[in-house]
Structure formats: C-alpha cells, structure tokens
C-alpha cells in the first residue's frame, strides 16, 4: 500500500502510512509538534503501528540536521528484536515446552533483575573501556537480561515448522539513566536559551554544544550495549536447546537478525547527510532483514526492506498499541487473557494482563499497510513465550 494519508499543516509534511482515523488525537498532536521543530528534514514519517509515546511518537521516523531530540529517541536507548532460525524440528521441542520455559527463565532474569554471576562473554566485552554511565556493576550484570513491559522471548514456527528463538529486550537501566540525564539537559540548555518548545519533552541538542557529541557518543554506546545483551540471551537460549536436543554440540544458525528499533544513526536520504531517529520503526532499506512482532498471542514477521525513500527507508518495529496499559487492565480479565493466548506455554496471571494479544492492533492489517515498505520472508507463531 502507498502512503495513506499526508498532513500538510505544520512546518514539513506529516506522511502516514496508516488511516488517519486509526491514529489517537494525542498522537497526532504529538507528531505535528515534532513537524514544526525548525531542524526537521523533509517530512515525518508515520509506520503503521503508530501510538502516543512519552515525549515523542511511537512509530515515527524524524531525520534532523544538525540537531537530535533525545525524547525523540527515547529511554530505551538501541531496543530492538534479535530472531534465530534453528534446524530443530517442531514435535520433540513442543513436547518439552513446560521444561524449556522453566530453564529460560532461570538461565534469563526477568523485570528488573541481573545475573548473580558474570560469565566470561560479559566480562570480556571490549565496550566496558567507554562505559559512560554511573554504575558499571549494575549494568555488568544486567548485560545478558531481559527486562520487563513489552520485552519478551518466544520460541516459535515457522510455516515450515521449523523453531525460531525470537527475543525483544534493550539497554536496560544503563540506558533508561543515560537518556533521562540527556533528556535533562536538553531541557535544561533550552530553557537557558530562551527557546520556545511546543511541549517541554521536545528540548533539543544542537550541533556546536558539546552535549550533541556526548548524546552522540553515549548513543553509540547504548546501541552496542543492546546489541550485545541479545546476543548474550539468545546465546543461553540456544545453549538450553542444544543441551536438550543435540547432546550440548551447537547447531548450525540457519538464519540470524539483529535489528534496533528505537535508535539513532547519521544516513544520507534525499542527497543530505541527517541524523535519523527512529522510535519505533526498524532500517529497511533494500535487503535489510528485519522482525516485526505481532503480540504474545499473534504472528511475527521476519522481513526484508525494500527501500521506501519516503519512508527514509523505515518500517514498523510491531503491531502496536491500541490502547494504554491501564485501559487494558480495565478492559480485560485473566479469562480474556487465557483464551487469547490459547495454546501458548507463557504466564497467564495479572502481571502481564497488561499486555493482552487485545490490547495491540491487528497485525495482519499492519504488515498490508507497508507491504511497500518491505516484504516478507517469514510468518511465525510462537509457542512459548516468556516475559518479565
């Protein structure tokens, strides 16, 4: 599908690729004080599971020139999706699927919590020289965990009925720190400067200050760290299976996808070089590969870009929320939540009720709106799920 809907009554154009009337009042709000900002480039553009963020859009992509907007970004600096293509066969792993859960989960620690012990790959990673933050100790540990929220693992299949590790996890606390302290003194330099905002949550860095290079350099950092924390994950994961199904030997990866989408990167579009923040939105450029999950009771997608100029080369990082966590809780009771995740191996309890398959929109209609954003290369269902 081409780009839905295009508003043209802020300072760039607003490109949708979604119904507008899909589209929260306070998210529209929200994106049309991003276009006005006086450093954006060309336009915004909208994925097609866009909803209301803290700060800024989810699911929006801003190219800027000179300038970054660390709320842009937001707190969970280099979020993003790793996905694993295993040779393992479906029928001997479901049957283990009680078993598999309960040694994930101990091998993986969930919600805020870190690893008791620091393995060697943690310990060794060439990063820790640049640590930028304040607690090197808590972000040591937490190197190698999942978090809680949306994050999430699976173990699922494929048409072919193959199993695929799927995991969804960031920076964790190091990250969340780190892009407050940013957020802060963006706010803070505005305010010194007189700047006029149209939301506080949209203070800026400008080039030539020298907390642009320190965000800069910090968000460096944050993307690796995230890179490497699923790395470490999916490490353990496949670990338990080849310990339960290949005798402790590794087995080949059949194909492997490690994508942020809540991210910075400088890129060259419409024959400028810009910063393009992407919150909520995944790089697809041409043959870039890419996940786009659905929810813990819906498909995920493994995908490739095609290269959408309009979309600066983007498309969306899931399904996306159709209404806020508390309304979930409001709506749903732990039968829904049964029922929706009908057939799933994952926690079923209030805790996660939050994140009912309901409370996210349609995937199916998501994944048409951006059939020209990338295509697909794999349709999975997840069997397991575990979250924090």
Known sequence: MPIKAT??????????????????????????????????FKHVAVMPDVHIGKGATVGSVVATEKA????????????????????????????????????IEAAIPVGFEGNQNISQSVAKWGRW????????????????SLGGGNHFIELCLDK?????????SGSRNVGKTLAEKYIRKAQAICERNFVKLPNRDLAYLAEGVPEFTEYLDVLDWCQAYAHQNRIEMMDRILQILANKFTEGQPF??????????????????FGENVLV??????????????????????????????????????CSHGAGRKMSRGEAKKRFNLKDLSAQTEGVECRKDRGVLDEI?????????????????????AELKQFLCVKG
């Open 7 to 40: 508003l043209n009554k802020a300072r760039v154009p607003i490109k949708l690729w979604t119904d507008l009337d899909t589209v929260e009042s306070g998210a529209l709000t929200q994106l049309t004080q991003t276009a006005n900002l006086p450093f954006v």
């Open 68 to 103: 970054i907007v660390p709320a842009c970004v937001g707190v969970d600096i280099g979020c993003g999706m790793m996905a694993v293509k295993t040779p393992l066969p479906a029928g001997p792993v479901q049957d283990r699927m009680k078993e598999l859960r309960s040694a």
């Open 129 to 144: 020289k640049d640590f930028p933050g304040d607690d090197k100790s808590k972000a040591r540990a937490q190197l190698g």
């Open 160 to 168: 072919e009925n193959h199993v695929w590790v799927v995991l969804h």
């Open 252 to 269: 080949v990866r059949k194909m492997e996808v490690n994508c942020h989408h809540n991210y910075v990167a400088k890129e060259k579009h």
């Open 277 to 314: 923040t992407r919150k909520g939105a995944v790089r697809a450029q041409q043959g870039d590969l890419g996940i786009i999950p659905g929810s813990m009771g819906a498909q995920s997608f493994v995908v490739r870009g095609l290269g959408n100029a309009d979309s600066f080369n983007s």
């Open 357 to 377: 398959p309901g409370a996210y929109k349609d995937i199916r209609t998501v994944m048409e709106n951006q059939s020209d954003l990338v295509e697909v290369v």
